[in-house]
């Protein structure tokens, strides 16, 4: 039997430990690592699922509120189809007809209603004696007399054979230019104010005034466009109930 030398057996015992602690210690580094790879494994699960709660938690609540929102802005809005509003201060109504006063008269004429006879007045100047016209029910199927060139009926609408309506108007710049006339500056003001209504702006009550003085009331042309307009705008609008 080979003896061995104990230099050598004891540089062998060596080696044999060295290499149990290197064994040992991969085996701890081994552990570590993959505990290691354990934690930050879990950790980005857990920290997605946080973010997806708080991302999904909050977008209910947002499309209810737009929901709601928009549920708000659709009652707010008015309908499309809704007809507009009718204008109560311009209609008129008597006992047996109605009817809507012109656009132009908005804000500055007054209708005085008393049963089936309506006397129409300017706001500036309410005076009973010196309306803008005066609508009123007569008897007969038409008007039997329509006044003069001062004072006349400017139209009628049939009601049945036993009455009808007229309407009738003063002629101011007639009345203002008749021979041995003498009114007042504010009396003048006022006739200015009735002849533009009863002729929607067409008319200009000076110019036709002197025209008729200085041809002797023989030029009245430019009365005529205020019987084309209360008839157009008052006359053919009035209805029977």
Known sequence: MKRVHPAAQA???TTTIIAIILISALAVTGAAITHGLGMWGTKPATVATSASTKTKTPQPQAKQSSQSQEQTNKQSTPSETESPSPEPALHVEAQSYEFDMPE????RVTAHVDGDTVTLLS???PDMDHPICNIRVANGEKPIAMGDIGSSAIGWVPMTSAQ????????????????GSDISPQTDAKYADLTDLQSGGTVDYASVKDR?????MRDVEGLFPIDTWLTNN??????VK
Do not use: C, Q
Not at 164 to 179: F, G, K, L, M, T
Not at 212 to 216: A, I, K, Y
């Open 104 to 107: 132009y008269w908005r804000d």
């Open 212 to 216: 008729l003085v200085s041809t002797d």
């Open 164 to 179: 009808h309506i007229e309407v009738w108007a003063y002629r101011y710049p007639v009345i203002a230019a008749s021979p």
């Open 11 to 13: 540089g062998k015992r």
């Open 234 to 239: 008052l006359v053919d609008v009035i209805k």
């Open 123 to 125: 706001k500036a100047y």
